[in-house]
């Protein structure tokens, strides 16, 4: 089933055409990475469970937009994106993070097998990311350039910085600005180094690779508060995962703090300013139009 309203087929073929390809590649890259048997058990549990792969499929649409086709680097980037996000999901689930049975449809990583597994699970797909960008990027200054994105983002002064504000605003009043420093951070730095990433591995020039990180910024900002929205409107089952932790959790979020009707408009507005930035690509960047349209009403 669709995860997104009033989508246009061919988005909606495109989307899946992606997606498919990000998970043949993690496929094909764990089969042939050497690794302990158990963990290959985990490690499958987690990144085959059945995700949106927007960060990764959006690495793949920009490495397109600028080259006029997906190459291997690419993919390697995407596979990578998507093996951070992931890790960066099982360890947000563990009891000392946001505490939660429920991740794309399933049990939790902790809940399925153990903490100590789940913790070393995300080390290992943390630090497989950065392997595979090492081995399989066919030039060694892209790759370069593609870790040091990646730890850019993921790092202290991004996701980390992001997650630890998250926890440390529980049970307080929150401010706009202490919510936009956490979803900046959390989250749309991973969606701009995904644009990166793609932009990158396309050959993309400066101008061409500041617009598309714009756009990943405005779309990842966009994709946070829409969670946000998600968490207090969807159904755990709808979402794959427990509605209605947020309020639970005493979550800063951006309906509590400027209200569900703000979120909404919020998210739309950062929608069409993603689209503005897509100007200078013509009718080439329509697939990114539609998904940064799709964003702000996707139900899951
Ligand atoms: C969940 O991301 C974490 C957030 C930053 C909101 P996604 O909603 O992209 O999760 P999956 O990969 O589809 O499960
Ligand atoms: C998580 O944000 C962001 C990450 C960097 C993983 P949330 O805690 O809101 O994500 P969900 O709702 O659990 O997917
Ligand atoms: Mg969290
Ligand atoms: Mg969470
Ligand atoms: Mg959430």
Redesign the pocket.
């Known amino acids: 089933m669709s995860s997104y309203n009033k989508l246009n087929s061919d988005f909606d073929t495109q989307l899946h055409q992606k997606r498919e390809l990000v998970n043949n590649t993690i496929n094909q890259l764990l089969a042939s990475l050497p690794m302990d048997h158990e963990m290959k058990e985990v490690l499958s549990y987690t990144l085959q469970s059945p995700g949106k792969c927007i960060r990764s499929v959006l690495a793949l649409w920009c490495c397109e937009l600028v080259s006029g086709q997906i190459n291997r680097n690419a993919e390697i980037a995407a596979a990578a994106i998507e093996m951070v996000h992931t890790y960066s999901l099982v360890h947000d689930d563990l009891p000392a993070m946001d505490d939660d049975d429920l991740r794309r449809g399933r049990l939790t990583c902790h809940k399925a097998f153990d903490e100590a597994t789940a913790i070393l699970a995300g080390d290992a797909l943390l630090t497989l990311a950065f392997e595979i960008l090492a081995n399989e990027i066919d030039e060694p200054a892209v790759a370069v350039r593609l870790i040091r994105e990646l730890a850019d983002a993921a790092g202290p002064a991004g996701m980390i910085a992001g997650q630890l504000a998250d926890l440390k605003a529980e049970n307080t009043a929150g401010t706009k600005e202490i919510l936009e420093y956490i979803h900046k951070n959390k989250t749309a730095k991973m969606f701009r180094c995904a644009a990166a990433m793609g932009a990158i591995c396309g050959g993309a020039n400066q101008q061409q690779l500041s617009n598309l990180c714009e756009y990943g910024v405005k779309i990842g900002l966009g994709f946070q508060i829409a969670?946000?929205i998600l968490?207090v409107s969807a159904s755990s089952e709808q979402l794959g995962k427990t509605a209605g932790k947020?309020e639970k959790a005493g979550k800063a979020t951006y309906p509590t703090v400027v209200g569900m009707e703000k979120s909404i408009q919020l998210a739309k507005k950062l929608a069409d300013e993603a689209v503005v930035v897509l100007k200078p690509f013509g009718e080439k960047a329509d697939t990114l139009r539609q998904l940064a349209s799709a964003l702000p009403k996707r139900t899951k």
Request: charged content about 100%; overall charge negative.
């Open positions: 969670d946000d968490d947020d």
